[in-house]
């Protein structure tokens, strides 16, 4: 079974959404956001679309199928995202200049069972120099 996360790459004119299926906690989704940058134009310049398909090119399985684009026919994010309130995180990926890094929002799904909905729970918002720091190399917490 996978740990699937949506990643929504966002910059002042869009955000474009991509499914991931396996190793999406974010000792995983650190190492994906790296891999990215190698087919992605050089910070600062970042571009929603190009990035996310950086994304997409730097992960995808030779295989196919586990990571694609999401549907764009939802009006918004909370849209989507409720339609996807079976994936197991979500990650806001943009550019701040003020960091000069990427900047990472962590977002990760709890099972209310007396609602029997999901709730999203911010965990962590940070740099993705900060975000290799905390959880690259596969960290785990023991």
């Not at 799904?109 to 900060?130: A, K, N």
């Amino acid at each position: 079974m996978g740990t699937r996360a949506i990643y929504i790459f966002e910059d002042e004119h869009e955000e474009v959404h991509v499914y991931k299926h396996y190793d999406n906690y974010p000792q995983g989704a650190v190492d994906f956001i790296e891999n990215a940058k190698e087919f992605a134009w050089g910070l600062p310049r970042f571009e929603a679309d190009e990035f996310a398909a950086a994304f997409v090119a730097a992960n995808k399985d030779r295989k196919g199928g586990e990571v694609r684009l999401v549907n764009a026919r939802f009006k918004d994010r909370e849209e989507m995202l409720k339609a996807n309130d079976w994936c197991d995180y979500y990650y806001v990926i943009s550019y701040q200049s003020e960091h000069e890094d990427l900047w990472i929002e962590i977002w990760e799904s709890q099972y209310m069972s007396s609602r029997d909905t999901c709730l999203w729970v911010l965990i962590d918002e940070l740099t993705h120099t900060d975000m290799k720091e905390k959880y690259g190399e596969r960290a785990i917490a023991v």
